[in-house]
């Protein structure tokens, strides 16, 4: 039975992905009883059943082959699920029952468990004349809004899910709002937000031209290219959006130019999509791959590369056929074009492994020659499997010979290509791989640098007193395996440390052999100047990057690195190593003591006859107060069933400790669709949201928050050290002060929440 290289691997393992009954009984009883179900099912398509899930298998074991979350945790399941992880929808009309038709599409998208992507470049800018109406149009940052408050909607009826992106082109007339519109640290969290930077925008940047805002072929204000560059870039130093996609090149690049255009792309920004397009996931685990590590001979087994390529992409075709899809036109389109994305992980432990530091011009090049290795076998087995079953229904092979990344492989695999078409429109792809890396033993994430060499997380017992837990990185607990206590050599460099264009190198040096694009995060200080942030950006465009994303901590979403600042000087380690990071969680809910004390408060909402009476007891930790369990109480019948249900909800997040405060953001975001209210001056959406309110003030008054919105006050068992800053955002998952940002989007180092998952 396999072992698992880490504990956090096996929670993460029995929390997100294990198959149990409904009752929480596991089903798979090992992490091989997951591989054989995912092998079986991948494998049921095949006519040679039997066969194809033994090489399935072997694929899988040993966290070689990684498929995407919703592969792991779906398959074979027999539920009716999506095994697609993000979605882009429809093209959405500039008309008020259009764009809500495209409102429940998304909804019915959301509640599968896929997250979506959405331009809105389509609807007509504000103040715009609505004919027919005699009214102004609200223009598309309104109906943004709207969008948010249905992804927080179904949030809060069920489980976490995937995140929103939302583009806009660079030359649209609310384009200045668009950029702006995060600065409020309350407006479109459900949403990342990318600029859709066209060729021409760029050039008129260059040359400090004028830019036309236009929409429906009017122009409505005329701007100085280079202030809105400047704007752009401003935003995005001061509070880490927008993003930046250069769609023109993404267009340019891709295979399908001749039957699509794309214009958003999923939530993280690895996969650009036409509209009803969906990204189908894996990667490959480099790490898993270096033979003789930390050796003369440390080298990458190529041959086994490029066959665990060739099966992987056998696999990831076969969900196509295997998998569900919210929505009709979704299905559709995934049968035409067979688009998958394969990617890799571990790519920085792999370049350590081999002696190469992450963000050298070797390590660049090393990665280019892995990249070029995978597209090439990768293209070659999508060929082959043309031939036995047959090319994607949109295959031109005139047209598709043209494609930039096809003329970029080996004569041998273009030669297959035009012998036998293609099966797969597009292959290669580099996802977030947050949650599936530390499954996988804590490997380095996607192409992202190593986070942090180690930190110690601290699990609260059910008797108060913390135990500590050290989390390595794959490739450093390899070292020590093979070394002992010897220092680590100088190749290991971690997020913190690494210069802002190294990122840029890398990320540059994977992109001609990805045909979709990469999901990264580009890590600055928060000291960089700002025109030398800009220079990451500039460098990115002049280096053929389809984008760029930047992680600066700043006020509104904080800083996110939580490793401590304090450098251990441990025998045998060296400081860089012995980073950590103070995280809390609790494996067993606390017991109950006899007493406790609490307060109840009254509510009354104006449209029930009857008060609410909410009692909230607290206990004691260390000295500190923290809420413990939530009582409501009422006259009125009518709310019993959701007041218990709610009530003993609440209660068993307090009871697993941590930052709990999230409890009362989600409370509060509740908006009822018949109205809310106003108490004592202020609105209140719903009685949901006036429950969440007096939890709020709650901790407020015994000292567990700062104050309405604010974090933690004084609770030292669910704070982090934070490179000298302020704690980041508190995970949604497991209340922790771990999130971080990594390939384009906020996880959590504690249990692996992801945004985008």
Not at 73 to 79: E, F, I
Not at 131 to 142: E, T
Not at 660 to 669: G, I, P, R
Not at 688 to 716: Q, T, W
Request: charged share 20%.
């Amino acid at each position: 039975m396999t072992r698992f290289a880490a504990p956090i691997a096996e929670q993460i393992w029995d929390m997100k992905y294990r198959l149990k009954q409904a009752d929480g009984t596991p089903i798979d009883q090992s992490v091989e009883d997951t591989w054989r179900r995912i092998a079986r099912a991948l494998a049921g398509v095949e006519q040679d059943k039997a066969g194809w899930e033994e090489r399935f298998y072997a694929a899988l074991e040993d966290f070689k082959y990684l498929p995407a979350g919703r592969i792991v945790a779906g398959a074979g399941t027999g539920r009716s699920v999506t095994l697609f992880n993000c979605f882009v929808m429809g093209t959405i009309p500039d008309s008020m029952g259009g764009i809500f038709d495209n409102l429940k599409e998304a909804a019915l998208t959301m509640q599968q468990g896929g997250g979506i992507g959405y331009d809105f470049s389509t609807i007509r800018p504000k103040g715009a004349e609505v004919h027919g109406v005699a009214a102004d149009a609200s223009g598309p940052l309104s109906f943004m809004d709207v969008w948010d408050a249905m992804c927080r909607t179904i949030m809060s009826a069920g489980s976490r899910r995937g995140a929103m992106m939302a583009t806009l082109r660079c030359d649209h007339p609310d384009i200045e709002a668009f950029i702006a519109a995060k600065s409020d640290p309350a407006r479109l969290r459900m949403f990342n937000v990318s600029v859709l930077v066209t060729d021409a925008f760029m050039e008129a940047v260059e040359k400090d031209g004028p830019w036309d805002l236009t929409f429906g072929g009017k122009v409505y204000h005329t701007v100085q290219a280079r202030d809105l560059w400047n704007r752009i870039m401003r935003s995005t130093y001061d509070y880490a959006e927008p993003g930046v996609i250069f769609i023109d090149r993404i267009n340019a690049e891709n295979n399908l130019n001749y039957v699509e255009t794309i214009a958003a792309t999923n939530p993280c920004g690895e996969q650009p999509l036409p509209p009803y397009g969906a990204c189908l996931l894996g990667s490959i685990n480099l790490a898993r791959l270096v033979v003789h590590p930390f050796t003369e001979a440390a080298a990458m087994d190529v041959a086994a590369l490029k066959e665990l390529v060739a099966t992987s992409v056998r696999m990831m075709d076969n969900v196509v056929d295997a998998s569900r899809f919210p929505l009709e036109a979704q299905a559709r389109e995934a049968q035409a074009k067979r688009r998958i994305g394969l990617g890799v992980t571990g790519l920085a432990d792999a370049l350590a492994m081999v002696g190469l530091r992450y963000g050298s011009q070797e390590a660049a090049i090393w990665t280019e020659t892995w990249m070029q290795t995978i597209a090439n076998a990768a293209y070659r087995a999508s060929a082959l499997l043309a031939k036995k079953k047959g090319a994607f229904p949109l295959y031109d092979k005139a047209a598709y010979a043209r494609a930039p990344m096809v003329q970029r492989l080996s004569p041998e695999v273009r030669k297959l290509i035009a012998e036998h078409g293609l099966r797969n429109a597009l292959l290669t792809s580099i996802a977030p791989t947050g949650t599936i890396s530390l499954f996988a033993g804590n490997v380095s994430s996607g192409i992202e640098p190593i986070f942090a060499n180690s930190y110690t997380r601290k699990v609260l017992q059910p008797d108060g007193t913390r135990t500590e837990e050290e989390v390595v990185d794959y490739a450093v607990k390899a070292w020590r395996d093979l070394k002992g206590d010897a220092p680590l050599p100088g190749q290991f460099v971690t997020a913190q440390t690494l210069a802002p264009l190294d990122h840029v190198r890398m990320q540059a040096a994977a992109q001609p052999w990805i045909d979709s694009s990469i999901s990264k995060t580009i890590n600055v200080p928060a000291d960089i100047s700002f025109e030398d942030f800009k220079d990451v950006y500039a460098e990115a465009y002049r280096t053929g990057c389809k984008g760029c994303t930047t992680y600066r901590p700043n006020d509104v979403t904080g800083s996110v690195l939580s490793v401590s600042e304090t450098e251990e000087k441990t025998e045998g380690r060296g400081a860089a190593e012995a980073a950590s990071g103070e995280v809390v969680y609790m494996s067993e809910p606390l017991d109950r003591p006899a007493a406790l004390e609490g307060h109840t408060y009254k509510v009354k909402w104006p449209d029930s006859e009857h008060a609410l009476y909410i009692t909230i007891n607290d206990i004691i930790l260390a000295g500190h107060r923290r809420p413990f369990e939530v009582f409501i109480n009422s006259k009125n019948m009518e709310h019993f069933a959701w007041t218990v249900a709610l009530t003993r909800m609440i209660s068993a997040v307090f009871r697993r400790g941590g930052d709990v405060s999230f409890v009362v953001e989600e409370l509060k975001a509740v908006f009822d669709p018949r109205g809310g209210a106003w108490m004592n001056g202020k609105y209140v959406p719903s009685i949901l949201a006036a429950i969440g309110g007096v939890i709020e003030r709650h901790m407020i008054a015994i000292g567990f928050l700062e104050g309405e919105g604010m974090g933690l006050k004084s609770d030292p068992q669910a704070q982090v050290v934070n490179l000298g800053h302020k704690p980041g955002p508190a995970c949604p998952n497991c209340g922790q002060f771990d999130m971080r940002m990594a390939e384009g989007c906020l996880t959590c180092n504690s249990c692996g929440y992801s945004k985008c998952s």
